[in-house]
């Protein structure tokens, strides 16, 4: 009667009360779900349990029953009719620093219904989990930061649902990952002490609450499941990117990073997991350039240089005139200037090859990308000596990042046999660039595997399959967090990664190949 | 450093967070307690959650913590400064249909703190269950009656609070025992199908759920244990006094009767239990006599015949001029006129031997009990033919039931070594009176046992022991309940109780030997 992966809802036919059988109606539904999900302790809600009564009656004691589980109890969030064949549907929501983006699960069927994405309003407050942490310490931030997100989730579940015409009261389910520092904001737990050492957070399996108890208007029985965290700098979005990538119950050591501002990277398979995360800086995310944006229409994403003619071949999202450039573009852009001889293996601008491209902009070098007859903006998009100074050192930390993490286990990145790029933006690094500037291992590219948002993915896993909860807190509780140390060690691979693609070429065998095209 | 019986405050001493022991507050909370309670799972309620960063680095993570449990789960329901030695403490309600019975007590030494009482407000709306279960079924009259009792609550709570000059506040958790209807009317859920066959409550072992959600002004994390039920007429205030008795944990085999409006009686011992209910008629209460009252002062609670002078000894309650009569008034009256030769086998007044003080008004005889210059009324104080030919029935009835449980485990009522009588009007009945008019059986006079106030002394001992939960509920799903069919063999039983004391004599040998007296 049930699909296998949809454990949620269940339909429950029992016998109506008599004489000779006499429980009460909670024990009666109570005890037919029970058999079903062979579940030991099912708790149901105080105003669910008023509705009971009438409802069971209405329905002839035929009903579908909601259900959602946590560590250790199962709760009723719901029932509706036997017969009836409505959307009963469930919300994964990735809650990204920058972007939040929703999924509309069908629990009966596991199909995605819907899909949005906003940016995070907080952003409003500070763009980044430093400035928000302190706003939240001022009088009334966090209360303010936490409407924020809530409100804006409001809209964005409310526009959504409108999109496929249900009720919001048809999500009984709630499933949210996101870093340790938004998950605390979005349950209105100071982040204060996440910042300080020896950074601590207020929790890190957030228990099951109800989603009405934290603002969220879909159904008042609904659940919200909020993934754990393994500590200040390691949150519940790797822990649902690790339930997405399934490495966990792979024998093959796999490696899954989300490159971003902060690096966060897992290595492992079925028998061992290790963590750890780093401050990679924002230039991976493009975010330091002057021309640097998130993706959407008219940035550029890719970029081909002709090593002969120098000539530069722009792709911009929906090929739209480029109005500026985001993370991947910025990594396609340093491979293909280190690639075309226009910046050396420090990532140096060499004039005489850049060319007219390079002007001197208030005492800095500039490089031309796009000249402002051809862009959507129309001034020159440009990238400084600074800006690619900062990426060498971002994709140094990242490389150095996994140097440690291999290393720790007795393993270097080029024994990796594959690789997960997780995150929305990791999902647009073509490899090969990423190779080529050193950031990323000489990995056979079909080693390299995105993984797309991972963290929502894992989130709707959450929603969809009744063991990834058990798996959830298996991950957490197995994996073991590596603290980097910024060390001697630690800083002379740091400056050994910061040349292009690294001191020590031999561990970059293809970009010596892929130069010499 | 806790008492052995107190479970429910537990002083925590924690390493403070450091770079090597970086486990977030809550956890590092849980887990302290976890080992000190050896508990399984131990949940924290998400608006303490946000409080507990701030609270555990002002008291240096040394901590009161008041806990609670439900059948599976513990809660954390409040944390103090460990050094703190303010009181912690619990409230037990005994929640009546006629009178609502308060206990405060010191969870740190499970002493009494105060108490106090107060007539259920719902008794505007209706005296009885029936009423109240009608006119919740009208429009808004389930809220009203939910808004009565839980409003009057609130004000007894505040009175008792300020006697001992304590702030609600510092109330940590509730337990609240009564009738299956009361219960269903204080938790807002609808009584409507208790008095329907098949006669189905809502529910038989409610949530554990806060105080707060049943709209309950105490300490804003406390839980609420609400007593479960058997059924719709064996309630929860019988469980509770199964618990008080402590007749589910004896080899030997007692009873245990609330007698009342409604008889609840249970038989059993530590190997087995089975009860029933049965309607005994108000007269046992006095409330069908026109002088009828429940206990106060100026209430007549116990009367002596002379059988020579037939000279009426009055004893009233606080010695007030008397102004009606009590139950237990009523079984001692019809017990004296019997042995005083005043009314006959079948409960009629004997004319000849009433003289002056039998009276015919408006066509029925009535006897003066206190004349009108004696009363606090200024009028006489009269019982009729009516009222006692009621108590005839009443009492038949509840020796009928006593006669149907103990037969239906092979046993007589005379084979009874120890019987305890539950409830506040319980404890006012002489055993010998109820013997003399064949109410009770013919027992030594040391079988018999008051308990008091069983229903608020269970809800007491679910307060300050945490093996009560348990056994709360290992009572409840060992009860055998037996349905009292009215067939042929119960109304023979019935037929045969409706003389003084019985029709067989021989069951009541003591009765022969008072009345010789």
Redesign the interface.
């Known amino acids: 009667m049930n699909e296998i992966n949809t454990p949620w809802v269940r339909t429950v036919l029992m016998d109506p009360?008599?004489?000779q059988?006499?429980?009460?109606?909670?024990?009666r539904l109570i005890a037919a779900l029970k058999e079903d999900l062979q579940a030991?302790?099912i708790?149901?809600?105080?105003d669910l349990?008023?509705q009971?009564?009438?409802l069971l009656?209405k329905w002839q004691y035929r009903v579908r029953c909601i259900v959602f589980k946590d560590?250790?109890?199962w709760l009723l969030t719901g029932i509706t009719e036997a017969a009836d064949t409505g959307p009963i549907a469930g919300l994964a929501v990735d809650l990204g620093t920058t972007r939040v983006v929703l999924r509309l699960v069908d629990l009966n069927t596991s199909r995605t219904l819907a899909e949005s994405a906003f940016d995070n309003p907080q952003d409003a407050v500070g763009p980044d989990i430093l400035a928000r942490i302190h706003y939240a310490e001022q009088a009334g931030g966090l209360d303010r930061l936490n409407q924020l997100i809530v409100h804006g989730l409001n809209r964005a579940i409310d526009s959504l649902c409108a999109t496929i015409k249900i009720d919001p009261q048809n999500i009984y389910a709630l499933a949210v990952a996101g870093n340790t520092t938004m998950t605390h904001l979005f349950?209105?737990?100071?982040p204060?002490?996440i910042i300080r050492?020896?950074?601590?957070?207020?929790?890190?399996?957030?228990?099951l609450?109800k989603a009405r108890?934290?603002g969220i208007q879909i159904n008042p029985h609904a659940g919200a499941l909020i993934f754990p965290?393994i500590?200040?700098y390691f949150g519940g979005d790797l822990i649902a990117g690790i339930l997405y990538s399934k490495i966990d119950k792979k024998e093959e050591t796999a490696i899954l990073v989300d490159v971003g501002t902060n690096a966060e990277v897992v290595l492992g398979n079925r028998n061992w997991l290790i963590a750890c995360a780093g401050a990679a800086g924002p230039a991976l995310e493009g975010g330091v350039t002057r021309m640097g944006m998130t993706a959407g229409p008219g940035v550029i994403d890719k970029i081909a240089i002709d090593p002969d003619t120098r000539e530069f071949k722009i792709h911009t999202i929906e090929e739209n005139p480029p109005r500026g450039i985001c993370g991947s573009g910025v990594i396609d852009l340093a491979a293909q200037l280190y690639l075309g001889g226009m910046i050396d293996i420090r990532g140096k601008f060499l004039p005489a090859d850049c060319g007219s491209r390079l002007n001197e902009i208030d005492g800095l070098l500039h490089l031309t990308v796009v000249p402002a007859d051809q862009s959507g903006t129309g001034s020159d998009l440009t990238i400084s000596q600074a800006d690619m100074d900062s990426l060498i050192r971002s994709k140094a930390a990242m490389y150095t990042i996994l140097e440690t993490i291999t290393a720790s286990v007795g393993m270097a990145p080029k024994d990796l046999t594959r690789f997960y790029v997780a995150g929305t933006f990791g999902s647009f690094i073509d490899p090969r660039s990423a190779i080529t500037i050193g950031m990323l291992p000489d990995l056979p590219l079909e080693s390299y595997q995105t993984l797309g948002n991972s963290s929502l993915g894992g989130a709707t896993l959450a929603l969809t399959s009744a063991d990834c909860l058990a798996e959830m807190d298996r991950i957490r509780d197995r994996i073991t967090y590596l603290?980097l140390n910024v060390n001697q060690e630690f800083m002379n691979r740091f400056s050994a990664g910061k040349f292009l693609p690294h001191t020590d070429p031999s561990l970059f065998p293809s970009v010596e190949v892929w130069s010499k095209k």
Do not use: C, F, Q
């Open positions: 009360p008599s004489l059988n006499n429980t009460a109606d909670a024990e030991g302790n708790d149901i809600d105080l349990l008023k009971l009564p009438a009656r560590h250790h109890r349950m209105g737990l100071s204060r002490w050492e020896p950074y601590i957070p207020a929790v890190n399996k957030p228990p609450v108890s934290l965290n500590g200040s603290e």
